[in-house]
């Protein structure tokens, strides 16, 4: 008779093997349930407004629903938190921009590693800024805009969605153009600071194209340049930066999709794939295009170019906090 000893250490990696066959079974019949994707920003802002397309397509393409929930923030470090303490199960799935990347940066506190929390699933799309005001703002041009805030300081009011959010480091752009002081004000999102710029609360915000252009569009906000070298095809009366005389107003946003931290590979790769058919879907190509948005090319969709877009950032933004001599305490 053969007998076959095991020791402790073989014999707990057969069990693992065994343990884990039926979350693998799991991972091939992924989604057998609605997935939840957080959005770290309140509704009807730029990435609740990109999220909820997203979460339909996908929805859509993997024969499951896939709900949004808004956890605003912070600028995103309250939904980035609750995303990266989710299961790495699939069911809970983060879609957010440069702003996790800026965070390590601003926040000295954060409760997480912004580039081991993650798994990447890929990029979606990129665009620029608009500088806007409320609409009875009597300045007509991005410079007389600039020389306001410069000489009224404080009594200027500047929307943001949270330190570190795009609004605020495009607000960041305005200060450092202007050396002004004005008072910026923050909100979970740049959804209700779009709401009360348009109700005249708050005098400026400088938001994502992807909601700026209806509203600049709609009449309801005054739109003064799009912080891009081109001019968008979407608002084609708005000057470039540069066009605008303003020499450093640059600014690209871009967005990603994420996963837990050990979520499995076929349910990464089935959420790859997904992503794919949405960023290739002609209609979608064509609702980003009409909001100033293009899809990531070809060469920037793998989980790999995603890490290393994101980490390139993390690095450049760093920089860019140090230079601008930003006091990460007082903005914590
Ligand atoms: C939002 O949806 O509120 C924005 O993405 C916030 C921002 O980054 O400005």
């Known amino acids: 008779m053969i007998r076959i000893r095991l020791s402790h250490t073989v014999a707990g990696a057969v069990g693992a093997v065994f343990l884990g066959l039926p979350a693998i079974a799991g991972a091939q019949n992924y989604p057998t349930k609605p997935i939840t994707m957080i959005i770290p920003f309140a509704a009807g802002g730029p990435s609740d407004t990109l999220g909820r397309l997203t979460a339909d397509h ?41 702003a996790m990347a800026a965070a390590p940066s601003l926040y000295p506190n954060l409760k997480y590693d912004s580039k081991s929390v993650f798994e990447y699933v890929g990029l979606i799309n990129t665009g620029p800024m608009v500088l806007t005001s409320r609409k009875t703002l009597e300045t007509k041009t991005a410079k007389d805009l600039l020389a306001h805030i410069k000489s009224m300081g404080p009594k200027v009011t500047i929307a943001h969605a949270g330190v570190g959010s795009n609004s605020y480091m495009c607000a960041l752009l305005i200060i450092q153009n202007t050396k002004a002081k004005p008072s910026m004000v923050p909100y979970r999102g740049t959804g209700p600071a779009m709401n009360d710029l348009v109700g005249g609360q708050v005098d400026v915000l400088c938001d994502q194209a992807t909601t700026a252009t209806p509203q600049a569009l709609a009449g309801n906000i005054k739109p003064y340049l799009v912080t891009s070298r081109e001019r968008l095809s979407a ?98």
Do not use: C
């Not at 896939?66 to 799935?93: L, P, Q, S, W």
């Open 58 to 98: 996908l929805g859509r393409t993997l024969g499951q629903q896939v709900v949004v929930e808004n956890v605003g923030g912070a600028g995103g470090t309250v939904g980035t938190e609750r995303a990266a303490r989710a299961a790495a199960d699939g069911y809970t799935i983060f879609q957010h921009h440069g």
């Open 235 to 332: 608002l084609k009366d708005v000057p470039a930066y540069a066009e605008a005389g303003i020499s450093d107003f640059e600014m690209t946003i871009w967005n990603g999709l994420y996963a837990p931290k050990g979520t499995p590979k076929p349910v990464l790769d089935r959420l790859h794939d997904a992503l794919q058919k949405f960023i290739d879907d002609p209609k979608v190509v064509e609702r980003f295009h009409l909001t100033g948005t293009v899809p990531f090319g070809k060469n920037m969709r793998s989980p790999t170019v995603h890490k290393q877009h994101f980490e390139g950032e993390m690095t450049r933004v760093a920089k860019m906090v140090k230079e601008a001599g930003v006091n990460v305490q007082e903005k914590k």
